[in-house]
């Protein structure tokens, strides 16, 4: 039996775990997390190290190089969705399972268009590669969903931080993996593909055997008797849930801006880079820099977040404000600009750190599967759109200006920061009051913490 059904009382179920085995089960869950996450980060960034080569070998043309990362990341905004409505039925191990597998068999996909020649067929591949960003961007959620309220952002960053691994290893496994196919047909660029495709199916056989039981349905069985009931998990009602509260607004605003500015800025770096000079290897040491930065401080960012939610995301502000003066006015001071870039992924991280865990406070358990699918849509659309403005700003104002633009995102982002902490509600009304701004100490009565009736964790 489904470990959400049948929550009533009956000697034919065992009793909710005690606070030694949830512990235990928070302990085994993360660790799945983070080697799902691991592995994962390491598909997509040996993949996509080499996809604008790959698009441009394929299209013929300079001018289409870039189509591959987007066609990336409007995959990930828009199989974000039907992900989401998946683990919103059934749980989170069947829906990360599925974005590795589409994730695979988008990576073969792009390995038939490169052999073919056949650019649509790549672009699409590429597409439904950008299900396996989805299911790493889920699993940070799904970190929280049996976490304790005090230790949630910390949850979440753990498996941010495992990104770390994947994203350095990944683009110096490019060229070896390129090399690997030599003979068989494949173009070089295309090599990289086949591995994440690997990587990729070793992430869903380790999610599918080791995530259990799954997170998501062992907290709704251990949730009070309201968020147990599927009503209301439609994406009509997260919509609904982020409209009513103002803490919700803000962490998906807060999410959305800091993805937008750091996409923006980070992806026309190396263009601004090599107009003054800088060759191949000094970028490629400025944006293991802005890794660096973006993931291997999540951990820091989680302890933060976990005193209070606010000053963190006021934190991302600075920082992201901080990293666009540094690097909008570097000029042709290229440590200037890598120590911009650096801040941008810490500020970043702080964002989406503390805003994930306030848009997990925020709103009851039924609807948070629906609500953080929402957000990975809302957070990928808007870094869409924002790499392609960005390139043309760049063509006709250039970076500083860029940089500039980017600062001005900010600035909404702040007022309602401010408003939402002079306006926010007594503690007690309801999943999105005050303790998800200023700490944990009063979470949601959703909480797994909280059981109100008997249920099954098996």
Avoid at 68 to 90: D, K
Avoid at 118 to 124: K, S
Wanted: proline share 7%.
């Amino acid at each position: 039996m489904d470990i959400a059904d049948g929550l009533a009382p009956s000697p034919h179920r065992p009793a909710p775990p005690g606070p030694e085995e949830l512990a235990a089960l928070r302990r085994r869950t993360t660790g799945v997390l983070v080697a799902g996450q691991i592995l994962g980060g390491l598909g997509v960034a040996v993949g996509v190290a080499l996809s604008p080569l790959l698009a441009r070998q394929v299209g013929g043309t300079e001018a289409v190089a870039g189509l591959a990362p987007t066609a990336t990341v409007a995959g990930t905004a828009l199989l974000s969705v039907p992900l989401a409505a998946l683990m919103t039925a059934r749980g989170r191990r069947p829906g990360l399972v599925l974005g590795y597998l589409i994730g695979a068999a988008g990576a073969g996909v792009v390995v038939a268009g490169a052999v073919l020649e056949h650019f649509v067929l790549l672009l699409a591949g590429m597409a439904a590669f950008g299900a396996s960003s989805c299911a790493n961007l889920q699993s940070r959620f799904a970190a929280a969903d049996l976490a304790e309220p005090g230790r949630r952002a910390r949850a979440i960053s753990l498996v941010v931080w495992a990104t770390t691994i994947g994203a350095v290893l990944g683009p110096n496994l490019a060229a070896p993996a390129g090399r690997s196919v030599a003979g068989l047909g494949v173009p070089e660029a295309a090599g990289p593909f086949l591995w994440a495709g690997v990587v990729f199916l070793a992430a869903a056989l380790l999610v599918a055997v080791l995530l259990r039981p799954d997170p998501l349905l062992t907290a709704r069985a251990l949730a009070p008797e309201a968020d147990r009931t599927p009503k209301g998990r439609s994406f009509r009602a997260a919509a609904a849930a982020v409209r009513t509260s103002p803490q919700a607004r803000l962490a998906l605003t807060v999410i959305a801006v800091s993805h937008t500015v750091m996409v923006s800025v980070m992806s026309m770096t190396p263009v601004e880079l090599g107009h003054h000079g800088a060759g191949i290897e000094l970028i490629g040491l400025v944006i293991s820099g802005h890794i660096a930065g973006m993931y291997a401080f999540s951990p820091l960012m989680g302890r933060l977040a976990d005193r209070g939610r606010l000053p963190v995301i006021g934190l991302c502000v600075a920082l992201l404000g901080c990293a666009a003066l540094l690097a909008g006015t570097a000029g042709a001071s290229h440590g200037r600009t890598a120590a911009g870039l650096f801040v941008l992924g810490l500020g970043w991280s702080a964002g989406l750190v503390a805003g994930s865990a306030l848009l997990t406070d925020a709103v009851p358990q039924a609807v948070r599967p629906a609500v953080q699918g929402l957000s990975d849509l809302t957070m990928n659309a808007s870094a869409g759109i924002g790499g392609a403005v960005a390139g043309l700003v760049m063509a006709g104002a250039g970076y500083g200006m860029l940089n500039l633009l980017a600062a001005v995102l900010l600035l909404p982002l702040t007022a309602l920061a401010l408003f939402t902490a002079l306006t926010r509600a007594p503690a007690g009304e309801g999943p999105g009051r005050a303790g998800g701004l200023s700490g944990p100490a009063q979470a949601p009565a959703s909480s797994p913490e909280e059981p109100a009736a008997p249920g099954s964790s098996s």
